[in-house]
């Protein structure tokens, strides 16, 4: 049963959306903020703290890859991306939606306890083990949901697409099957969620990379999504690694980066992801 009486915590110092404030009283209703009150006097018992820091977003996350993390660690060195990479492939070749939302609601947990209160989840594994999409398409995507919401962390989910193994239209294979999705694809799971948006829950797309969506399918997804909600986020991996960097350059003529900024429509709804090698 919901807590129908609000509570209050007073901090010496606090951030506030127009910067740092003293004497802070927060006041908070089943674990939300309903009030904010500045140059305020402590209550007699009333629960004391020195700093109050706004919740941080978690911009990038594969929930999935949880379900792995420390098991691609060498003691003295001796992996790299591309070993990571082939545990990712065999871990996400494993996860099936009753298994992932517990995973979700793992990962949402651990932000939580570390001060992130909310996540975006950049979601590309959305078919079966075989690649074929599930009977009802957004099935990896709810179990994230599912997990985010068991976990009490807000969301936002963001569709993936996927369709080339690399630059020049190579095909997919191997693990990356479980992640075929074109924009058309991406944009319908979007709609058939979107009744689930609310102040915890936003949706958007990932278009992975420039390897793995096509110019053309870049362009179609973000004019497609601009037609349902011209605030939607979009999020793409971008110069991660030097080999891809110049995978792009042979195929595009230049950077991934330096691409986007000429032939994508970037505004402030774009967040490059993994610039590592800009």
């Known amino acids: 049963m919901e807590n129908q009486n609000p509570a209050s915590l007073f901090f010496k110092s606090a951030l506030l959306p127009g910067g740092w404030a ?17 140059d305020a006097t402590p209550a007699p018992g009333e629960e004391t703290h020195n700093l109050a820091l706004p919740g941080m977003p978690n911009l990038h996350s594969h929930a999935f890859q949880r379900s792995f993390a420390g098991r ?30 517990p995973i979700a609601a793992y990962l949402g947990m651990h932000c939580l306890l570390g001060g992130y209160t909310s996540l975006v989840e950049f979601h590309y594994l959305q078919n079966g083990r075989d690649g074929t999409p599930y ?61 689930q948006a609310g102040p915890d829950l936003r949706f958007g ?32 991996h971008a110069a991660e690694q030097r080999a891809e960097n110049a995978a792009c350059q042979a195929t595009l003529g230049t950077t991934p980066v330096n691409w986007l900024l000429h032939n994508a429509p970037l505004d402030p709804r774009w967040c490059l992801i993994h610039s590592t090698h800009t």
């Open 72 to 101: 691609t660690e060498y003691a003295g060195g001796g992996g790299d991306f591309w070993s990571w990479r082939d545990a990712m492939y065999a871990a996400a070749g494993a996860i099936e939606p009753d298994t992932l939302a």
């Open 205 to 236: 797309l990932a278009p992975h990379s420039l390897r793995a969506v096509p110019p053309e399918s870049l362009a179609a997804a973000a004019a497609g999504l601009a037609a349902m909600d011209a605030t939607a986020p979009i999020h793409i």
């Open 22 to 38: 003293e004497n802070v009283r927060l006041t908070h209703l089943d674990g939300r903020i309903v009030a904010v009150e500045p």
């Open 135 to 195: 009977a009802h398409r957004p099935a990896m995507a709810e179990a994230i949901i599912e997990g985010a919401q068991q976990a009490g962390i807000g969301l936002t989910m963001l569709f993936g697409i996927y369709q080339t193994g690399n630059f020049g239209g190579a095909p997919l294979e191997g693990g990356q099957i479980r992640f075929r999705t074109s924009p058309d694809e991406a944009l319908a799971m979007l709609d058939q969620c979107q009744h």
